[in-house]
């Protein structure tokens, strides 16, 4: 078994010491990931099961601890990820749960230098009025100018929507499409957003009759010249292997919730990366609490001074990933964006990738 070194705290790392410390981190993952017969582990895993003390992170970690070394996940990390277009944004800022703080925090996050917003004409999750007014107070401010950003929002079906519904829930959904496009351009002071989401299909199994009409509906928004690409959001695969089969045009983005104990959303990457898709994943902090707290993720923040909340935006856009967060911390929203100078080593990458499914 090789020896661990104590890992230390890089701080402001002249070059030469940060060359040393990427050696370093090379051998802190080695060494955190390789104990005895080649299986994965960790020196908080060993120190558990000398203690013989059960734990929770230790036992839905153990069924994966053979995958790391399979071909299969190396052939993973082989493929390169999709480089995001130019006028698309590395990170987007989400606007959702933020209510009557909407407005500063999105003046709040221009400021910071997020040029992606994210929104959606469901009251119930987003108030995209006030998304709107920290827009106006942006531009007044001299912040940013329309053209400058990136704006996205959403088509939500009746049952996601709460009483405060942007279109007529009588009307055909072709039209309701039309009167929620017509309503989130009120909101937000344009005339045409930059992409435009079916925030989820009818159907959590198949894509529907419904979800054809609704995106044939959005696709006329964007030929009327009042968005300039689509998305869909909160899809499986056989939805998308369904709605490529039916459509003659596929979605520009799919933005998807991604856990890492599914493989980071593995086969939806995998489908979008083959198609030249963006991938935009959401709550890659909250849904993954697990993968922050694991040692790998804190040695390797240590090794790059960064955060393990930084050290997992790094990773996401090292895999193709176009990532979302919404903080309300003006601090964490530097460190978000921050994150975009982090370049991780593929070791770390793949390690990362394998760590929970
Ligand atoms: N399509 C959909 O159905 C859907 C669903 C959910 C979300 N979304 C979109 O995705 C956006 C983001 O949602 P999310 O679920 O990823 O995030 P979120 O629920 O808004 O939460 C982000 C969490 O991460 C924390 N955080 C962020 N940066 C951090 C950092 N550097 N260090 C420590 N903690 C940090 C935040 O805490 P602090 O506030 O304290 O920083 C917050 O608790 C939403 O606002 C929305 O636009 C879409």
């Known amino acids: 078994m090789m020896r661990r070194r104590k890992p230390r705290v890089a701080t402001k790392a002249s070059p030469s010491e940060k060359g040393a410390d990427s050696v370093f981190c090379g051998e802190f993952i080695a060494n955190v990931i390789i104990q005895g017969n080649g299986e994965r582990s960790s020196p908080a895993f060993s120190a558990q099961r000398r203690s013989g003390r059960p734990s929770v992170r230790a036992e839905t970690r ?13 052939a993973r990390i082989a493929a390169m990820p999709t480089p995001l277009p130019g006028s698309i944004p590395g990170f987007l800022y989400g606007t959702a749960w933020k209510e009557e703080r909407t407005p500063v925090l999105v003046e709040l996050a221009l400021r910071a230098g997020f040029r992606g917003i994210d929104t959606a004409n469901q009251r119930r999750h987003y108030f995209e009025e006030g998304v709107g007014q920290g827009l106006a107070a942006a531009y007044r401010a001299g912040i940013v100018t329309r053209e400058d950003l990136f704006l996205q929002t959403k088509f939500t079906y009746r049952p996601g929507q709460d009483h405060r519904l942007p279109y007529d829930p009588a009307a055909r959904l072709s039209a309701q499409v039309a009167q929620s496009m017509a309503s989130s351009l009120e909101h ?122 930084q050290i997992i935006f790094a990773f996401a856009r090292a895999v193709g990933m176009l990532p979302l967060t919404g903080t309300s911390n003006p601090e964490h929203m530097k460190q978000d964006l921050a994150s975009s100078a982090l370049s991780l080593s593929s070791e770390a990458v793949e390690t990362i990738e394998s760590l929970a499914g």
């Not at 153990?62 to 190396?74: I, N, V």
């Not at 959590?204 to 869909?232: F, H, N, P, S």
């Not at 694991?294 to 955060?307: D, I, K, N, Q, R």
């Open 62 to 74: 153990a069924p994966h601890l053979g995958a790391y070394f399979s071909a299969h996940a190396r």
């Open 188 to 309: 937000l002071g344009t005339n045409h957003v930059d992409s435009y989401v079916l925030h989820g299909p009818s159907s959590g199994y198949d894509w529907t009759d419904a979800d054809a009409e609704v995106w044939e509906a959005m696709t006329k928004e964007r030929d009327g010249g009042r968005t300039r690409l689509l998305g869909v959001s909160n899809v499986a695969l056989r939805h998308l292997e369904q709605m490529a089969a039916a459509h003659s045009e596929i979605p520009a983005f799919v933005q998807n919730r991604c856990y890492a104990r599914l493989g980071w959303d593995r086969n939806v990457r995998l489908f979008c990366r083959q198609r030249k898709i963006v991938y935009q994943g959401f709550s890659l902090l909250t849904a993954n609490v697990e993968v922050l707290r694991h040692p790998v993720v804190s040695g390797v923040a240590a090794c790059e001074s960064a955060t393990p909340a």
